[in-house]
Each structure stands twice: as C-alpha cells, then as structure tokens.
T-cell receptor, first 115, second 114 residues
Framework: AQSVTQPDIHITVSEGASLELRCNYS??????LFWYVQSPGQGLQLLLK??????LVQGIKGFEAEFKRSQSSFNLRKPSVHWSDAAEYFC?????????????FGTGTKLQVIP | KAGVTQTPRYLIKTRGQQVTLSCSPI?????VSWYQQTPGQGLQFLFE???????NKGNFPGRFSGRQFSNSRSEMNVSTLELGDSALYLC?????????????FGSGTRLTVV
C-alpha cells in the first residue's frame, strides 16, 4: 500500500531564511507526487506536482521540489521564506496506473515564520 | 473559472442527527473526492466519485455515504452523528481523464457535533 511520511511535524524558520520540508513515500513504482499548502480554516492549494521528466519541479509562490527515486523522497524547498508562507504543508502520493485508487496524504508539516 | 464550492461552511449538529454536505466541482471536472480532516488523524480519504459512480471508498463506517449527480455535483451524508465525526470535510475535484490527480480543493465544511 502506498504511504507518505513527513517526519517534521513543526518547523520554525526566520523570514528570509531558506526552507526544506521533507517527504518520503512508499510505493511499488514511481507515483504521482504532490505538495499542497493549507492556510488556517481553508482548503488545500496545490503548490506543485511531479508526473515524469525533469526531477526538479517548479511550483507556485517560489517553491520547488526535487524527486529522488533512490531515496524515495520528494522534498519541498524555497530559497527565501516570507511571513505569508506560514501554513501547513502536505505531501501526497497518487498511483500512476490503475485509475481509481486514492491519493494518500502525509500528516503535514506546520511552518512557523519568525521575523 | 469558479473554484470548488462547498456548502455550508459551518454546521453544528447534535449527536444522533444526520447531515448532508454539498460540493460543486470545477466546471469540466468529473471526479470528486471527499476527505475528512482532524487534528489527530490528518486527512482521511472517504470516497471518490467519477461520472456518478463510486470508484473508491475509504475505511469509514456505513454511516458515511455519498453520491454524485449527472452535473458532477456531489453530496455526502453522515447519519447517526457521533462526537468523533466533528471535523473539517474537504471536497476535491480533478480532471481524471488523463490521470491528472492534481486536486482543486474547496474551503471545506466545518462540522461540529455536540
């Protein structure tokens, strides 16, 4: 069964500092991979997704993620964090084939940004 | 284009009652998935509908049910509410013809059971 692990429940960074949020997945083949962000009281917004091709994926709001097959990882990065990036971030994995299986989400990493 | 619309935004119900939540997906999206989000359990998959057919179901009791209409709008129903059903219920739509699972989420319905 597919699964996603986000080992960091909570991360605090200073505004302007770089950010890396970790994500490891378990799946029998190369899955579809996603990062979503959720602001308080809101739904989730898709930041970026990886389907195939270039393993470095660019997303919205200046975020990028790198797919590393050998490490089963899909870490999210941002070179300079803004106070408005404070939110909860979710990594997710979806099956590449077979059509109708669910997308599985990690437990989330809550990002706090300090001035 | 309009996003995913979930109604109502907030609900307060009493134990034992039932509730119906509504989701209107993005125009052209035929897949609607429902998730329950709680602080302790995170995002738990409830079910997915595609072209009015339930394609997949999560590990929730039979009190949780759903359906999808011909216009792709979806409803989920919870009967005999329990305190533990208090959660944010999120609906997500996607265009699945090409296997694109990039969900667009609604803002959710916050259900409180008292």
């Amino acid at each position: 069964a597919q699964s996603v692990t986000q080992p960091d429940i909570h991360i605090t960074v200073s505004e302007g500092a770089s950010l890396e949020l970790r994500c490891n997945y378990s799946y029998g083949a190369t899955p579809y991979l996603f990062w979503y962000v959720q602001s308080p009281g809101q739904g989730l917004q898709l930041l970026l997704k990886y389907f195939s091709g270039d393993t470095l994926v660019q997303g919205i709001k200046g975020f990028e993620a790198e797919f590393k097959r050998s490490q089963s990882s899909f870490n999210l990065r941002k070179p300079s964090v803004h106070w408005s990036d404070a939110a909860e971030y979710f990594c997710a994995v979806g099956p590449r084939l077979g059509g109708y299986q669910k997308v599985t989400f990690g437990t989330g990493t809550k990002l706090q940004v300090i001035p | 284009k309009a996003g995913v619309t979930q109604t109502p935004r907030y609900l307060i119900k009493t134990r034992g009652q039932q509730v119906t939540l509504s989701c209107s997906p993005i125009s052209g999206h035929r897949s609607v998935s429902w998730y329950q989000q709680t602080p302790g359990q995170g995002l738990q998959f409830l079910f997915e509908y595609f072209s009015e057919t339930q394609r997949n179901k999560g590990n929730f009791p039979g009190r949780f049910s759903g359906r999808q209409f011909s216009n792709s709008r979806s409803e989920m129903n919870v009967s005999t509410l329990e305190l533990g059903d208090s959660a944010l219920y999120l609906c997500a739509s996607s265009f699945r013809e090409t296997g694109d699972y990039g969900y667009t989420f609604g803002s959710g319905t916050r259900l409180t059971v008292v």
